[in-house]
């Protein structure tokens, strides 16, 4: 079975800084690979996903997100944060239209 | 476009009782996903829908869980009894086709069950 691993349950970062969310895949085929927010009180919204075209997928509200096969990877970054990218992600894999999740990463911005 | 519902948004009930959940997907989306996350854990996959089939529903705990989707529109997911371990949040997703796992999942805001 398809699986995502989330390393770090909580980061912190300053407004303007770097967002680095980091996800690791295990899988035996391409993996489709998805990035999730949850905003308080809210549903979970799409970010981006990866469908084994470009490795480099760029996002909503300036999130992108490289696949690096060699590294089993799908690191999610936003070059400055803002404040209203405090939220929960979550990393995803679609195995036959079922999503296995991370733990997620809750993401607080400090001002 | 309205996007996926779910009714309630909390829902408080003792253990033994029944509780039932619906969940309103966008219009015209044939494939409807229910899905939990009990507290500090990942959110797990439940069961999936094709209209009113089911077509997947390898992630249901055991026979207390009974989801439906008659006329494939609307489905319920019932809870009977419920159990203190069945606490969490039980979110809705629905989506237009079902392609190669690549169709984008549009999740409902969730109901939060609490279990006392």
């Known amino acids: 079975a398809q699986s995502v691993t989330q390393l770090g349950s909580h980061v912190s970062v300053s407004e303007g800084a770097l967002v680095l969310l980091r996800c690791n895949y295990s899988?035996?085929?391409?993996?489709?690979l998805f990035w999730y927010v949850q905003y308080p009180n809210q549903g979970l919204q799409l970010l981006l996903k990866?469908?084994?075209?470009?490795?480099l997928v760029k996002g909503i509200n300036g999130f992108e997100a490289e696949f690096k096969k060699s590294e089993t990877s799908f690191h999610l970054t936003k070059p400055s944060a803002h404040m209203s990218d405090a939220a929960e992600y979550f990393c995803?894999?679609?195995?036959?239209?079922?999503?296995?999740f991370g733990a997620g990463t809750t993401v607080t911005v400090r001002a | 476009e309205a996007g996926v519902t779910q009714f309630p948004s909390h829902s408080v009930i003792e253990k033994g009782q029944t509780v039932t959940l619906r969940c309103d997907p966008i219009?015209?989306?044939?494939?409807l996903y229910w899905y939990r996350r009990v507290m500090g854990k990942e959110i797990k996959f439940l069961l999936h829908?094709?209209?009113?089939?089911?077509?997947?529903e390898s992630g249901m705990p055991n026979n207390r869980f009974l989801a439906e989707r008659t006329g494939g529109t609307y489905s319920t997911l019932k809870v009977q009894p419920a159990e203190l371990e069945d606490s969490g949040v039980y979110f809705c997703?629905?989506?237009?086709?079902?392609?190669?796992?690549?169709?984008?999942?549009?999740f409902g805001p969730g109901t939060r069950l609490t279990v006392l």
């Open positions: 829908f094709v209209k009113e089939s089911k077509q997947d």
């Open positions: 899988s035996s085929v391409p993996p489709y």
């Open positions: 990866y469908t084994s075209a470009a490795t």
């Open positions: 997703a629905s989506s237009l086709r079902q392609g190669p796992g690549t169709d984008t999942q549009y």
């Open positions: 219009s015209g989306h044939d494939n």
């Open positions: 995803a894999v679609s195995e036959r239209n079922k999503l296995s």
